[in-house]
């Protein structure tokens, strides 16, 4: 290879010069019904809108799994003049079998838990 060359174009790669290929997430550990909840766990009163950016879904899926969470009595809703308020039932249980004994209050507090704040 000469001077001033890259390894990209051979197709080749470098490792100990290039960058870390930055790859798009295939899954991840929480479905978007959690991540829907712990976004309300950090703020009782968001907008819809809000809920799907931050979680990355459409305004109208954000809207299916609120009524998913509310029909299921993981949160209920509370209307306050144009917004809406919800509040979350920490002693509901998980649904899949292997984690039912467990409830959503104790997946909560792990993110609730700012870094640097001593509590683990």
Do not use: C
Not at 84 to 92: A, F, L, N, S
Not at 96 to 104: A, D, L
Request: overall charge positive.
């Amino acid at each position: 290879m000469q001077p001033g060359s890259s390894n990209r174009s051979s197709g080749t790669s470098d490792s100990a010069t290039a960058p870390p290929r930055i790859v798009p997430h295939q899954w991840t550990f929480l479905t978007n019904h959690g991540h829907v909840l712990l976004v309300i766990a950090t703020n009782p009163n968001p907008l819809v809108e809000d809920i799907a950016a931050t979680v990355g879904i459409t305004p109208r899926a954000t809207l299916q799994i609120l009524k998913d969470l509310e029909d299921s009595g993981y949160l209920h809703r509370l209307r306050e003049g144009r917004r809406t308020r919800y509040t979350i039932d920490p002693h509901q249980h998980f649904r899949h079998p292997t984690t039912s004994q467990k409830e959503i209050g104790e997946l909560l507090a792990i993110f609730s838990h700012s870094p640097g704040s001593g509590k683990h």
